[in-house]
């Protein structure tokens, strides 16, 4: 399967523990993208990344939030101290020209 | 405002039917236009751009009215397969950048 892939599918975490999601993307794809979604809703833009180079976020990323992507090709996204509010499906998606995105699978967190 | 406005339904039609979807957007800088698809649980697929000419898919079709700033979805002949999500969602390139925007969705349930 050459599409996105992310990592885990499913994290149950205790309230203030810290966790930490990956996102494998199209091989080809130099642009990644964070989104969240909550039930009910459509995802929300969370991050972006050229290449290696975190290029935009937005005002969802609070400082409990951190994004990397150290070679340009995986990412990671950790969000410390977890809050029951930030209990959503966390989105990654590729794209070569960054207007078609593919998105992977989602992790769904659960803060309990 | 919400940037990206869509009646969430449910819309409940019978196979064979011919169902349209609505959506409407703030932003007059927006510059992709895109339909997704998201069955429940899953992460969004793209199901097809939308260009002002209109633009067609087998039985689904998609049109831009700039103008207006609205945009449609028409699907002929449902299937039991067309049960899903439908996501409308803009584009605004701010820099390298291309957050999508998405909608909250139209849930369609087609019934025998």
């Known amino acids: 399967d050459t599409g996105v892939s992310q990592d885990p599918r499913h994290k149950i975490t205790k309230r203030g523990q810290n966790v930490t999601f990956r996102c494998d993307p199209i091989?080809?794809?130099?642009?990644l993208y964070w989104y969240r979604q909550t039930l009910g809703q459509g995802p929300e833009f969370l991050t972006y990344?050229?290449?290696?180079?975190?290029?935009?976020k937005s005002r969802l990323l609070s400082d409990r939030f951190s994004a990397e992507r150290p070679k340009g090709s995986f990412s990671t996204l950790e969000i410390q101290r977890t809050e029951q509010g930030d209990s959503a499906m966390y989105l990654c998606?590729?794209?070569?020209?960054?207007?078609?995105?593919?998105f992977g699978p989602g992790t769904r967190l659960t803060v309990t | 405002r919400k940037e990206v406005e869509q009646d969430p339904g449910p819309f409940n039609v019978p196979e064979g039917a011919t169902v349209a979807f609505n959506c409407t957007y703030s932003?007059?800088?927006?510059?992709?236009f895109f339909w997704y698809r998201q069955d429940c649980r899953k992460e969004p697929k793209l199901l097809m751009s939308v260009y002002s000419s209109g633009n067609e898919d087998g039985r689904f079709t998609a049109q831009l009215n700039r103008a207006s700033q609205y945009i449609s979805l028409l699907i002929r002949d449902s299937k039991l397969s067309d049960s899903a999500t439908y996501l409308c969602?803009?584009?605004?390139?701010?820099?390298?950048?291309?957050?999508?925007?998405f909608g909250t969705g139209t849930r369609l349930q087609v019934t025998l």
């Open positions: 091989s080809e794809h130099n642009r």
């Open positions: 990344f050229q290449n290696e180079a975190q290029l935009e």
């Open positions: 969602v803009v584009v605004i390139s701010a820099g390298t950048a291309s957050k999508l925007t």
């Open positions: 932003n007059s800088a927006s510059q992709s």
């Open positions: 998606a590729s794209s070569s020209t960054g207007r078609e995105q593919y």
